[in-house]
């Protein structure tokens, strides 16, 4: 029932920027959390962003942290990732993934329910 959809990735040289954009449907999102994933190859895959769909509240990991902004149009169900002064260790597959969520903010792979097919993200040198 439930679908995500990712768009946006493409190949960008280093201190480039792009726009991520995931699609939602199937159900309401509030209550859930809606977060980026990313996976370079022979990696594990690695929490990037979350942000709460209802409250609008975000929370990020270190390494992207005044670098990537996570957004949501609740209107249109659709979750961005604005990624500016990449760099080529950003390069990775994005995942979009939703998580129905308490008061922690989960960055575990195994805490999120539904996932997107993800879309390639390139950061040349």
């Known amino acids: 029932q439930v679908h995500l959809v990712e768009s946006g990735g493409g190949l960008v040289q280093a201190g480039g920027s792009l726009r991520l954009s995931c699609v939602a449907s199937?159900?309401?999102?509030?209550?859930?959390?809606m977060a980026w994933f990313r996976q370079a190859p022979g990696k594990e895959r690695e929490f990037v962003a979350a942000?709460?769909?209802?409250?609008?509240?975000?929370y990020y990991a270190d390494s992207v942290k005044g670098r990537f902004t996570i957004s949501r149009d609740n209107a249109k169900n659709v979750l961005y990732l604005q990624m500016n002064n990449l760099k080529p260790e950003d390069t990775a597959n994005y995942y979009c993934?939703?998580?129905?969520?308490?008061?922690?903010?989960?960055?575990?792979?195994?805490?999120?329910?539904?996932w997107g097919q993800g879309t390639q993200v390139t950061v040349s040198s």
């Open positions: 942000i709460r769909w209802s409250g609008g509240d975000t």
């Open positions: 993934a939703a998580a129905y969520a308490g008061s922690s903010w989960p960055q575990r792979v195994r805490s999120y329910d539904y």
């Open positions: 199937g159900r309401t999102f509030s209550g859930y959390v």
